[in-house]
C-alpha cells in the first residue's frame, strides 16, 4: 500500500504506512523491501537525501541489492553526486545485467509519469554513455509511463485496500 502511495506521488502518507509496516514486523526478513520503498518514497518526494539513507538500509539488508542500487544512483545523480550516482549503477549491472523495464513494467504502469522519467532518466542516460548499447535499461525510453486510466486504477486499488482493511486508512 505504501508504494501505491509512493508511486502516485504522495510522498507523506506513503512513508507513514511504510513506517506502520516497518514497526509491526521489524525483524522479517523481507525488511529491504519496506526500506527499498521508503527510498522510492522519499525520491518520488524529491526528497533525496532521505532517499538515499534508506536506499544504503536496503542495499545492506538485501542479498541482490539491485533495486536498492537503482534507487541509489537515481537519488545520488539528483544530489549531485555523480561518482557515487556511477558506482550504483555499476553495482545495480553487476547484480542484475538483464536488468530491464519488464521489471519495472507492473510498478512503472501506476506511477506519475513525471516520477518514472526521473527516476529512469539517469538510468537510461548512464546506460547508453557507457557503451552499453542496446541494453535493456537504454530501451526503457519506450515505456508510456502512467496516463489518466492507469492513474485512476492505482487510485482504485488503493481505495479498495483502505476500504478493506481499517489500519491502512490515510
Known amino acids: ?28 526478513p523481507d525488511r529491504w523491501v519496506q526500506e527499498c520503498v521508503m527510498a522510492l518514497a522519499y525520491f518520488a518526494g524529491e526528497a533525496y537525501e532521505d532517499a538515499v539513507k534508506w536506499g544504503e ?7 541482490a541489492g539491485a533495486m536498492a542500487h537503482s534507487v541509489l544512483a537515481s537519488s545520488y545523480h539528483y544530489l549531485g553526486e555523480r ?32 516520477i518514472s522519467r526521473r ?4 538510468l537510461r542516460r548512464q546506460s547508453d554513455v557507457g557503451g ?3 541494453h535493456p ?11 489518466p486510466a492507469v492513474r485512476r486504477q492505482g487510485t482504485q486499488i488503493i481505495r479498495h485496500v483502505s476500504a ?7
Open 164 to 170: 478493506r482493511h481499517p489500519l491502512l486508512k490515510c
Open 137 to 147: 535499461i537504454g530501451e526503457m525510453r519506450r515505456i508510456q509511463f502512467g496516463g
Open 83 to 114: 561518482e557515487k550516482a556511477k558506482s550504483s549503477h555499476t553495482r545495480l549491472m553487476q547484480l542484475a545485467p538483464t536488468f530491464s523495464n519488464a521489471r519495472f513494467g507492473t510498478m512503472l504502469a501506476s506511477t506519475e509519469p513525471e
Open 1 to 28: 500500500y505504501g508504494q501505491l502511495l509512493a508511486m502516485t506521488g504522495q510522498m507523506q502518507p506513503a512513508v507513514n504506512e511504510l513506517e506502520k509496516a516497518l514497526q509491526l514486523s521489524p525483524y522479517t
Open 132 to 134: 552499453a548499447g542496446g
Open 119 to 122: 527516476y529512469l532518466g539517469f
Open 57 to 63: 538500509l536496503a542495499a545492506k539488508s538485501s542479498r
